[in-house]
């Protein structure tokens, strides 16, 4: 059997189990591509296929930035921060946690001013002040995206239940995964050893493994 196909049916499993098909009850036209179809209660359900497909794509365009600290990360609200925070201990690239500081990428004299190549978004929606100053100053994005997500100024966008935290939590695991699957320090076919529950978000985190 063709490992990397069943690798690819894994990484499915995982994202449905943690409800990262599940969208919201609108859909912007620009995310219609990402959906399977709309259920009876108007939820509609994203194609977990495409969201594997634009994680590897994303994972590539983190990889092309030579200096991992010219990628930064970026969650103000606390459903994505412990991920965040797990995706720079592996990757080696910058966080932003919590308020975005007005200017960051965008006046040179502010204190916590950065000129980062890359930006990652936990929700376009939620974060939406450093989306926008990523955009005056041309630096690419990507971003976990949902059903109801704009796609304005987003560069990369991968499809998934961005409000829900075990979603999140195992969006960032497995773009972390693919991450170092490129940069040479995981197998291509190696299974990590590591818990996406070190990736939940720690305020709700009742212990339980996924």
């Known amino acids: 059997m063709d490992t990397s196909l069943t690798h690819t049916k894994e990484d499915i499993k995982k994202l449905l189990l943690c409800n990262c098909h599940l969208g919201s009850r609108r859909c912007e036209s620009l995310m219609t591509p990402y959906t399977w179809r709309k259920r009876i209660d108007g939820i509609y359900i994203i194609n977990i296929a495409k969201t594997v497909e634009k994680l590897r794509l994303a994972a ?9 600290t010219n990628v930064m ?15 720079s201990y592996y990757t080696g690239c910058q966080m932003v946690l919590g308020r975005w500081m007005p200017g960051k990428l965008t006046n040179q004299m502010c204190q916590e001013y950065s000129e980062p190549q890359l930006i990652i978004l936990t929700n376009p929606s939620l974060d939406s002040q450093p989306l926008s100053e990523a955009s005056y100053v041309n630096i690419p994005t990507i971003a976990f995206c ?29 773009l972390t995964k693919e991450v170092l699957k490129l940069k040479g320090q995981l197998g291509p076919h190696d299974d990590w050893d590591v818990s996406i529950d070190l990736f939940l978000d720690y305020k709700e985190n009742k212990n339980k493994q996924i």
């Open 60 to 68: 590539r365009a983190i990889v092309a930035v030579k200096t991992p």
């Open 73 to 87: 990360a970026i969650s103000t609200e606390s459903i994505g921060q412990r991920a965040v925070i797990r995706f």
């Open 146 to 174: 949902n059903t109801d997500s704009s796609l304005k100024f987003v560069d990369i966008s991968i499809p998934g239940n961005n409000q829900h935290r075990y979603s999140v939590a195992i969006l960032w695991w497995m």
